[in-house]
């Protein structure tokens, strides 16, 4: 189980390997396409290698619904729990 | 009375792919062209899909014509005549007769008559159920030679002003002979299926669906039901995907099967010499390449960039391209994948011929 805080570096290291941004531009309350500039195959990217790395399901229907950092962390925190 | 001891066919030990042929239609069409159909831009196509350009066959020419063109150097790069065709095989979903098959018409023209001809219907992942088949006959000793051919008319199945799959694709057909060999040339197929997900590719109608509305709206001639008359405008079933859906089986799962094909064949990523998947999107390829952790020695084919997406040709032209521009690939080990509507899969390790 990890914590919010280690989530988040995870989770930046997923998005600098797919998109090569600045982990420390992955802050929580970036919205992955409007200020990171993610397009939704990178998002499905990004979202695969969370599954994997989290050892979480993130569904494709609610893929949709994160839309900020903090809204993937929040989600993958849950559904850990 | 005794019974009498059946003869069974004597086995093949080995198989080998021995010559591959391509046929590539010539118009070209452009991301340019595909941006008056669909509200778009060049580097956005080519940054989601890796695709410049598509070539697409005029309305003269036919699944049949382009599977005719592959098949013939195939043949000729083999040196096996029709004649000895123990079996022809078109892996095909755009051949527009649901029977007579193509395989029954193609084995006529290149004078294989009377060989076994059959059609497969494994969209993207034909090419590999073709040589998954092929090589299970050959090795049964069910045939000799076994012509396989992904041959696809896309353009007739598409519909150029929706998003999610049309401008994506390509016509196209490749070829290859298989036939027997003194050393392993055909690793073992991992092949399979997942209806779970018969939705996430497929046609907009079933032929059904065509005939009811076709007499519906005739009938509304009459009655005057102008949203009926406006639905059947829209009668022709074409292609859609749930891109989303697909990109995310293809990049996770087909990952998982193409590793197993690997240990299948006995062998680690490093003795390939070529990895060729179904040219279905760059980003799919790229990711697959990621997470099979590939050595930069294995050449990937990215045929899609010209090409675009051919369903079940795609592997073939690619593979045709490869050693065209790569002789000395020749001989080397390659992975093979595909996968598509189905949802189905199919992969193997194979000698380049």
Redesign the interface.
Known sequence: MASNEEILVGLAEIVNEETGLAPEAVELDKSFTEDLDI???SM??I??NA?EKFGVRIP?EE?KNLKTVGDAVDFISNAQA | MSTPVLKQTPLNEHTRILGIGAYRPDVLVTNEDVCQWIDSSDEWIR??TGIVTRHRAPADVSVIDMAEGAAREAMEKAGIEASQLGAVIVSTVTHPYATPSAAASLADRLGATPAPAFDISAACAGYCYGIAQGDALVRSGAANYVLVVGAEKLSDVIDNRERTISFLLGDGAGAVVIGPSDTPGIAPSVWGSDGSKWDAIGMTRSMLDVRDLGLAARRSDSTGDLALLEEAQELYPTLRQ????V??WA??EMAKVAQQALEAAGIQAEDLVAFIPHQA?M?IID?MVKKLKLPETVTVARDIADAGNTSAASIPLATHRLLQENPALSGGLALQIGFGAGLVFGAQVIVLP
Do not use: H, L, P, Y
């Not at chain 2, 749930?242 to 859906?245: A, E, R, S, V, Y």
């Open positions: 397009d939704s195959i499905m990217t979202v695969v599954e494709d893929v | 940054q989601r749930d891109g989303q859906t990109f995310r990049v996770w999107n980003r990711e």
